[in-house]
Structures are given as structure tokens and as C-alpha cells.
């Protein structure tokens, strides 16, 4: 029997650590997941001992600020370990808490399996070194990101992207315009605005006046947010009752609302890939803090922020960043996006050839037979070093 431990601290680490544990427990029902992580893998059998709702944080400044929680939730996960003495410590992205606490686990004893591991391919490359020397295993979620950590000698395979497995609808369109009430002739228009507190304060105002003013423009437009799981949706009616314009806050079936959606308004992240995946095009903004930008622009230099740009190795979808976010500026990228306009055709013929780049399906199952393996294979060179001792 393995005794798994998982350390994910985001709503999109708690979606992928769900699907990880549900392919574990299909090949091994008697293995023990426990650790930190959210709703979604507490439903997938994890027994979560730390609730990431309570960390989810993002930017440098904002991790510094809330530096003495992160200490006391290290100084926990460390007891539990400890405690139980895992086959592997099981990192699901959130790097800057993550590889802290790989560290410390590692002076325990314990194998440590890093599953979308720190982007050294898009900056600060020489951390590829420390998490090659900290990691057993690495699994990585796109091809680019091998490259930099094989040279930096850490043992890592590519497995292909989760979303190729879960980001589909479920209802055909017809059907699925019905139970959201949405009217195809117009064009709809889609709200990301991300599921961390902090984008939610610093972009969706931003997304909010944009859209009234599409509002007043177009008589044929309107508005849907689906609300991101641990999002507080008294605080996204506030935000939208105080712009001035209707949006319809909607919390399920998100992929079959996507799949009926002319373009999107979104934060840059998992979600615009999710989006691309189901070719829907997407205007994407980013901004946060000024000092978390000021440290961001000296260590990152990548063409593009976003992720499907990046995937593409070009600019396919128009990206606004910090102080280009303005009502100006994220209109005339939306009305490009219209229905039947000739860049919303060609945008939507390019995002085609994303999915081709992303591996093939069920990607969860592989990252859990490698998880399996690692700590097994990690058990047998322990035991080797103990005989020979």
C-alpha cells in the first residue's frame, strides 16, 4: 500500500490533484492520499488536512505579505510528515509555498514528484537546477518545458495536458442555449475574470467598464460570468451591481456556456487555454499589484504572457498587460471578436491547432502510474542504501 501525500494550493491545482488522486485509488483503492488541497480532491478521496482556501494568493508582494501564515502552514504539512512518513510528497504547481516546503521535506527523508513544475522555461531559468536537485520525478503538462529542466540533469517526461480530457461540453448547443436562456443571434460575450481574490478586485473592474461600454455601443450584446469554484458571489454581485451593467453570473455546465460564447473577456491563465480548446477566442488582460509587476518585468522575457499565445509561437489572441488595460483599448480588441467578423474566423482557425500540441487523453492516468512508480522506485533505492549501510 502507498501513503501519498499532495501539496496544492490553487483552484487549478485542486482540479488536476482531484483527478490524479480518482486515477490513484482506480489502480490501488487501498492507497492513503492525504494532505493540502481543496473541495475537489476532499471529493476525490483525499483526506485534505490543510484547507487552500484559506492560502490562495497570488504576486510576489501579496506572498510576502501573508509570509508568516505560509511559514505556520509549512511547519503543519512538516508535522504531518512526520507523522505518517509518505512514499512521496506530490507537488501540484503554486511554486513559490511548494518548493519551500520540497525542501524541507527533503531533509525528512521524504521523495519529493513534482507535477507542473516551476516555468524556468519562461523565467528565472537557473531555478531549474535546485528543483532538478530537489525532485525525484517531474511530470510536465507541455512539451516546451523539458528542455531547460533535462539540461539542468532532473528526470522528467512530458504526459501530455489534462485539459485535453476534461475541457469538453456536455450539452449540444441547442440545447445548452436553452437552459442558460442565452439568445444565439446576439452576440455573447463571456467574463473571465479569474478565481483568486485579487484578480477579482484588480481585473474584473476593469473587464466590467469595458463591457458597459460595449453595452452602450451594441444593442446585441450581453454578458455571462461563470463563477470559478471558492469565488465569493455576493462580492461578484457587488462589483457588477456597482458597474451599472447586466451580467448573468452563471455556476455550472462552464464549458457548454464557453462553447455557446462569441469571445471572452479574460485574466490571463488556465482558463484562456480552456477556452482555446473549445475555439473560443479570447481578449486577455493581466495586471496586479505595481510592485509585483516591477519584480515580474525584470525576470520574465517571453514575447507573449498568455498561454495558448505561447503554444501557438505567436500572438494569436491580443494580449493587454498592466497599464495597457484600459476601457479604450479592450473595446476595439472585443468588437474585432464579433460574430462574423473576418478576425474572429481566422482567430478561431488558428486556435484549432492548439489541442494537436497538448498529447493525448488521459493524461491523469499517466501522472498517476508515474506517481506509483516513482514510489516504488524511490522505496527500492532507500532500502538498497540501507542494505548496503
Partial sequence: MHKIMFSAGEVSGDMHGASIAAAIKKMEPEAQLFG??????????????????EYNVMGFWEVLKNLRRMFRLRDQLLEIMREEKPDLLVLIDYPDFNWRLAAKAKELGVPIFSYIP??????????????ARLADQIAAIFPFETKVYE??????????????????PEMCQLEAAAYFGLDLEKNNVLLLPGSRRQEI???LPEMLKAAAQLFRR?????????AAPGVSQERLTELIR?????????TDYTYDLMNLCDFAIATSGTVTLEAALLGLPSVILYKMSPISYFIGNLLVHLPNFSLPNIIAGERILPELLQSEITTDRVVAEAEKLFKNTATAAAVKEKLALIRQRLG????AGRVAALILATADRCRSDRKLLEDQA
Fill in 151 to 168: 539540461e539542468a540533469g532532473a528526470r522528467i517526461e512530458f504526459v501530455g495536458n489534462p485539459l485535453i480530457d476534461t475541457v469538453k
Fill in 360 to 363: 493525448k487523453a488521459d493524461a
Fill in 36 to 53: 493540502f488541497g481543496g473541495q475537489q480532491m476532499r471529493a476525490a478521496g483525499v483526506d485534505i488536512r490543510c484547507d487552500m482556501q
Fill in 242 to 250: 456597482n458597474s451599472g451593467v447586466a451580467v448573468h453570473i452563471k
Fill in 201 to 203: 478586485e484588480i481585473i
Fill in 218 to 226: 451594441h444593442d446585441d450584446v450581453a454578458f455571462f460570468l461563470p
Fill in 118 to 131: 516551476p516555468s524556468a522555461w519562461a523565467w528565472r531559468k537557473g531555478r531549474a537546477k535546485p528543483v
